[in-house]
T-cell receptor
Framework: ETGVTQTPRHLVMGMTNKKSLKCEQH?????MYWYKQSAKKPLELMFV???????ENNSVPSRFSPECPNSSHLFLHLHTLQPEDSALYLC???????????FGSGTQLSVL | GESVGLHLPTLSVQEGDNSIINCAYS??????FIWYKQESGKGPQFIID?????DKRQGQRVTVLLNKTVKHLSLQIAATQPGDSAVYFC????????FGAGTRLTVKP
């Protein structure tokens, strides 16, 4: 285990649904990240939090809304997604910003 | 724009042989590089890293080589085993971490 736990592992949702992805890290790290992984494309950084403050938002559509209530938990709230949003969503943490990342196993999201 | 890329999308090797996975980067200001391994159904897992003040670093059965002159990074795996079959990503850091598309390594028994 990497010390980063993501739930759920799989999620199927309709375009009008609202759902949330959850990430928890047990490593005492100060930074947490959301990445999107699509087939045959590099990992895309979505959001970065450092000490619970958002430090980066890479032009992600507003239908994705992150939340970091404390340094151990990170959420990604999903609302009115599109089929092209179907992907593996990975959470990661690191001791400091842009240090080596520890990833969770991801949530495989399918938008119908 | 700047990008991290891989020379080959797939690599197939015989069990016991050495594997070499290559990565090209274009941002000469990048100062930290990492190799990750991603097995099916799992997230990427850290393998080894190297800073720009070094040109070689060794781990257990893995070696990373950095050639800053030609902006090239490689991962060498000695005595490749079936458990090494996975997708391997390089990542470069220059204020943020950027990943390559990945190389799929297949180990034939």
């Amino acid at each position: 285990e990497t010390g980063v736990t993501q739930t759920p592992r799989h999620l199927v949702m309709g375009m009008t649904n609202k759902k949330s992805l959850k990430c928890e890290q047990h490593l005492g790290h100060n930074a947490m990240y959301w990445y999107k992984q699509s087939a045959k494309k590099p990992l895309e950084l979505m959001f970065v939090y450092s000490l619970e403050e958002r430090v980066e938002n890479n032009s992600v559509p507003s239908r994705f809304s992150p939340e970091c209530p404390n340094s151990s938990h990170l959420f990604l709230h999903l609302h009115t997604l599109q089929p092209e949003d179907s992907a593996l969503y990975l959470c990661a943490s690191s001791q400091g910003l842009n240090e080596k990342l520890f990833f969770g196993s991801g949530t495989q999201l399918s938008v119908l | 724009g700047e990008s991290v890329g891989l020379h080959l999308p797939t690599l197939s090797v015989q069990e016991g042989d050495n594997s070499i996975i290559n990565c090209a980067y274009s941002n000469s200001a990048s100062d930290y590089f990492i190799w990750y391994k991603q097995e099916s159904g799992k997230g990427p897992q850290f393998i080894i890293d190297i800073r720009s003040n070094m040109d070689k670093r060794q781990g257990q059965r893995v070696t990373v080589l950095l050639n800053k002159t030609v902006k090239h990074l490689s991962l060498q795996i000695a005595a490749t085993q079936p458990g090494d079959s996975a997708v391997y990503f390089c990542a470069e850091n220059n204020n943020d971490m950027r990943f390559g598309a990945g190389t799929r390594l297949t180990v034939k028994p």
